[in-house]
């Protein structure tokens, strides 16, 4: 990326921030950077429609639109061009909603310096870039309508920048849907794919729609959290169990379904990947599954 030149259209309206913009990408060394800058959100898209950028700086208080609605309509028109917004909002909740509407970053100004903006501009456009090759494969599992193994990698990783981002908790879930075998067995192919559905909407019942879950393997399930007032590892646990207790309850069953769970809690104080949390979830649901055998 060192090679090319890096094109930037910055959509801002105040001209004392378009120079310290020219300042800043003047200043970077390794990278070339030509700036295009557009004062209004209109001049933005028509300049979208007839060039090709590489990353798009926008601010969300333009003369001809206001707020986050900016974000989505640069997005419906330029899906493939990562978005960094940059304000002078210190405002957490304004970062998380830019972050969920499709910005790759959400940046303050006065927090701003040369060495930084270049470092956040070329992750943006490697995550952006990654982000894409990941969706032009598939995310969903096929019978379940669950995140398959690659779109929880994909969306977890999003829930930890927000975790970061906002200094709260999160928590990873690893649950082993226990006897699939012996259910298979013993009723066939056709009831081991109805415990698999029926786990699925355990799943769905227990967790908020914000929290991403997956099918992780044949009888493996993973789901992330950040934690909040409803959603503590203790409360989340104690509404899966009641779902499942719930569901076995009914009548005319041909078999129950067990399940064993296993977490992991990620403190934004430590540094941890989501491929880490998983690997200690597992561990902790495999020694959830020792003490039950042992019991």
């Known amino acids: 990326m060192d090679d090319k030149i890096i094109k930037i259209l910055y959509v801002e309206d105040k001209i004392e921030n378009v120079i310290l913009m020219r300042e800043f990408t003047n200043e970077i060394k390794n990278v070339r950077y030509e700036m295009t800058h557009a004062q209004q959100l209109d001049e933005a898209l028509l300049e979208l429609d007839s060039e090709r950028y590489d990353i798009i700086i926008l601010d969300l208080s333009l003369p001809d639109k206001q707020g986050l609605d900016i974000i989505t309509m640069v ?36 927090k701003m310096n040369n060495h930084a903006l270049s470092r956040i501009l070329r992750y943006a456009i490697m995550r952006h870039k990654g982000r894409a090759e990941l969706q032009s494969l598939s995310l ?35 649950i082993h849907l226990e006897g699939l075998n012996e259910i298979s067995e013993k009723f066939g192919r056709q009831c081991e794919d109805l415990a698999k559905i029926e786990t699925t909407n355990i799943l769905k019942e227990a967790f908020r729609e914000s929290d991403i879950i997956a099918r992780h393997g044949r009888d493996e399930f993973t789901a992330i959290a950040l934690e909040s007032f409803d959603a503590s590892n203790e409360i989340i646990i104690t509404r899966l169990q009641d779902e499942l207790r719930s569901r076995n309850k009914q009548e005319n069953r041909q078999y129950n379904l067990s399940l064993c769970i296993g977490t992991a809690y990620y403190d934004t104080e430590e540094l941890c990947t989501i491929e880490e949390l998983i690997n200690r979830a597992k561990e902790s649901m495999l020694e959830q599954k020792k003490n039950k055998i042992q019991s």
């Open 75 to 110: 997005c419906e028109r330029a899906p493939e061009i990562p978005i960094v917004v940059m304000t002078g909002m210190d405002d957490e909740t304004m970062a998380i909603k830019a972050l969920q509407r499709g910005a790759e970053e959400y940046l303050v100004r006065k």
């Open 140 to 174: 969903v599992d096929d019978l379940t309508g669950l995140y398959n193994r690659r779109g929880f990698m994909l969306f977890a990783q999003q829930q930890l920048s927000i975790a970061i981002r906002t200094k709260r908790g999160m928590i990873l879930f690893f």
